[in-house]
């Protein structure tokens, strides 16, 4: 009886499956380091030294010396300072822009002429000037109220008395509130000064927006367009 020889599937592979599988099968490419030394010199290599690296480089494909990717060189310190400089002077700029923008759509969601920008600017000065006379009159009576005290001290004085240490402190504390309602009168003029300065820009800023040119005022005649125009029915 002969013996039969028994072959596993597993390797009864056609002929075209195996060369399918080899082609299949990656070919894992090299890379190179191109780069320029200090002195100019180009060169190529498998290995770029570290202290190389730092001049920047390319990485190549070794087989078509296609460039895969550039790395560029290191920036010394004051560079990346006058880097680090140029990107927050453009984030200011950047700021500065979208804060105009806005304040522009502001101006033109808020008012619909300049007569109601004129009127807003008024009742805004009206509103600080009524805190000024307020405070003034306060300020009035504080001097009158001081002039008293400094008055009834005098008497102590004047009598060989010594004067109280409660009129003394008295004293000084009416004058601590004489110089608080003057600092807020300043700075409600102060106030009034800058709203008035930035509702003069607003205006400019607005007639811009929507187009707006001032017509010049006619000039008066004078010489003999004058007499002309006086002669004139």
Known sequence: MKSQIFRSPRLMLPLWALVTLAVSIPVSAGTLYRWTDENGQ???ESIIPADQARLGYEVLDDQNFRVIKR???EL??????????????EEEKQRLAENAARHDRTLLA???????MQMALQGQLRTLESIIESTERTRARLKDNLDDLIASAANYSRDGRK????????IADVRAQIERQTEIIEDNRE???LISEQFESDIVRFKQLKGIVDTPAPQPLSGLNSAVAADQP
């Open 76 to 89: 010394t310190a004051d560079e990346l300072a006058a880097a680090e400089k140029a990107r927050q002077i």
């Open 71 to 73: 790395v560029e060189r």
């Open 110 to 116: 808020t008012y619909m002429s300049v007569d109601d």
């Open 42 to 44: 180009r060169h190529m």
């Open 163 to 170: 004067v109280p240490k409660s009129q003394e402190q008295g």
């Open 191 to 193: 106030k009034q000064r």
